[in-house]
């Protein structure tokens, strides 16, 4: 899988999840539309949402404040990875420093 997929504002949740530091301000919305373009998600009656990436499936909090926590974050970044979707997906091997 590629990033071709992703509208700007995708790749722009994608890059926050996996900065370094990681930010403390990506919103929960933007997390949702990223997933709901790379894979499944469904709201569950109790208020969780069941997220599917590839093959791995989890099942997420709403967190109480807008942002997602750390470890929902943590639990994404290995989720996007695992479907393609990581920060070297299409890239040519090396990097920018």
Do not use: C
């Not at 504002?9 to 990223?34: K, Q, Y």
């Not at 639990?75 to 393609?84: E, Q, V, Y």
């Amino acid at each position: 899988m590629t990033h071709e997929s992703l509208n700007n504002h995708h790749r722009d949740t994608l890059t926050a999840l996996f900065a370094h530091p990681t930010s403390h301000n990506i919103r929960w919305v933007d997390v949702v539309s990223l997933i709901e373009a790379a894979g499944e998600i469904e709201e569950k009656h109790d208020g969780r949402f069941r997220v599917t990436l590839g093959s791995e499936v989890e099942v997420f909090d709403r967190s109480h404040s807008k942002d997602v926590t750390m470890e929902q974050i943590t639990d994404l970044r290995r989720m996007l990875t695992h479907a393609g979707y990581g920060p070297d997906a299409g890239q040519q091997p090396g990097h920018e420093d």
